[in-house]
């Protein structure tokens, strides 16, 4: 099921959750569904983030995700 630890990224490891479906439009993009939780990797700007999901990188838009666990100052 969802909440088995395999499928939940560690609580100390920056990470977000997608409040809608993202369909890639971008070389480069990562798409996901609505309800995945997404491995933060860094901030391009206000807007973007990278992050891993599935063992996947690309970027995705910041308004597209709720951040659980933020990034590093």
């Known amino acids: 099921g969802a ?3 395999e499928f939940m990224p560690p609580l100390d490891q920056p990470s977000c959750k997608a409040l809608y479906d993202f369909e890639p439009e ?3 993009e990562l798409g996901f569904r609505e309800g995945d939780l997404i ?3 860094n901030q391009i ?3 973007w983030y990278e992050g891993m999901l599935h063992g996947q990188s690309g970027f995705f ?3 597209y995700v709720q951040v659980l666990v933020p990034l590093p100052q």
Do not use: A, I, K, Y
């Open 26 to 28: 971008n070389d480069g």
């Open 3 to 5: 909440m088995d630890p």
């Open 61 to 63: 838009p910041l308004s």
């Open 39 to 41: 491995t933060l990797t």
């Open 45 to 47: 700007d206000e807007n």
